[in-house]
């Protein structure tokens, strides 16, 4: 609680956050991998919903500030198209390639990153979650 406020009063914080994050993904999705070396089961979907949970978190205090929950759907978009092209950016390094799976499971990070935010604002300017 005390966290997310300052976080949303700190307003260029949470977009260096935003940009690190950013920068790790980008820089995750250029590693190479030679055939078969990247088949880790359930690693791979923890890294993504993980990965862009943050990313749609951080991005939703930078942009919402605990205020504007319009601002919600903008963040919502911008992480997804950001997973995207991601995805399109895989397809140029040699062992990856772009997967429709993991555009699903990066958006159900940013869609659950959304819930976590809506519900703790709400709870904290009314003091319980609901009406």
Same mark, same amino acid.
């Given at each position: 609680k005390i966290m997310i406020s300052w976080l949303e009063k700190e307003s260029a914080i949470p977009w260096v956050i935003v940009l690190?994050?950013?920068?790790?993904?980008?820089?995750?999705?250029?590693?190479?991998?030679?055939?078969?070396?990247?088949?880790?089961?359930?690693? @791979?979907?923890?890294?993504?919903?993980?990965?862009?949970?943050?990313?749609?978190?951080?991005?939703?205090?930078?942009?919402?500030?605990?205020?504007?929950?319009?601002f919600f759907f903008l963040a919502t978009i911008i992480a997804i198209v950001y997973g995207i092209f991601d995805e399109i950016h895989q397809i140029f390094v @040699?062992?990856?390639?772009?997967?429709?799976?993991?555009?699903?499971?990066?958006?159900f990070g940013i869609f659950y990153a959304m819930l976590i935010y809506s519900i703790s604002i709400q709870y904290r300017k009314n003091g319980k979650i609901g009406n």
């Open positions: 690190c994050i950013a920068v790790f993904i980008f820089y995750v999705s250029s590693v190479s991998f030679k055939a078969g070396q990247a088949n880790y089961d359930f690693l @791979p979907f923890i890294y993504h919903f993980s990965v862009f949970f943050l990313f749609g978190l951080f991005l939703m205090i930078a942009l919402a500030r605990g205020e504007n929950s319009a @040699p062992g990856r390639s772009a997967s429709v799976y993991d555009i699903l499971v990066d958006s």
